[in-house]
C-alpha cells in the first residue's frame, strides 16, 4: 500500500509535546522522591506499617515513571531520524520511523495513565488510614 508522501513539518509537530511531556514526567519523578525521602525517615523512627506499603507503591511508580521517560525519549530519537530520513527523501523510512515514534509515544502516554492511577491508589491509602485513626 502507497503511502502519501509525509511532509518534514509533521514529525515536527511532536517536538513541543514530547518536551512538554518529559518536563512533566520530571516533575513527578522529582515529587516522588521527595516523598520517598520523607517517608523514609519517618519509618526509621516509627516502623510504622502503613509507610511500608506506601514506599512499595512508590517503588513501583517511580519504576513506571522511569519506563515513561524512556518511551519518551525513544519517541523522540525516533522522530528525529524520520525527519531525518525524510530530509534526504527517503519517505518509506520516514514514515515507518514516524510511526514507531507514535507508538512509542503511545506507550509512554499509556504508562502515565497507570502511574496517575497509582497515585490516586496511595492517597487512597492516606485516607484511609486517617480515617481508621479517627474510628
Not at 15 to 41: D, E, K, Q
Not at 57 to 78: A, D, E
Not at 114 to 130: C, K, N, P
Request: charge should be positive; charged fraction near 15%; glycine fraction near 6%.
Amino acid at each position: 500500500m502507497l503511502l502519501p508522501e509525509l511532509p518534514l513539518s509533521t514529525p515536527s509537530l511532536l517536538f513541543p509535546a514530547i518536551s512538554l511531556l518529559m518536563l512533566a514526567y520530571t516533575n513527578r519523578f522529582l515529587g516522588l522522591a521527595a516523598v520517598v525521602r520523607g517517608l523514609h525517615a519517618n519509618w526509621k523512627s516509627s516502623q510504622e506499617p502503613m509507610l511500608v506499603k506506601q514506599i512499595q507503591n512508590l517503588r513501583k511508580r517511580i519504576q513506571i515513571i522511569k519506563h515513561m521517560q524512556t518511551l519518551g525519549v525513544l519517541s523522540l530519537m525516533f522522530c528525529v531520524v524520520s525527519m531525518t530520513l525524510i530530509f534526504f527523501d527517503r519517505q518509506t523510512g520516514g514514515q515507518i520511523t514516524f510511526g514507531l515514534s507514535l507508538v512509542l509515544m503511545l506507550g509512554s502516554l499509556t504508562l502515565s495513565l497507570v502511574e496517575i492511577q497509582m497515585s490516586g491508589t496511595a492517597l487512597d491509602l492516606q485516607l484511609r488510614d486517617v480515617q481508621c485513626r479517627e474510628e
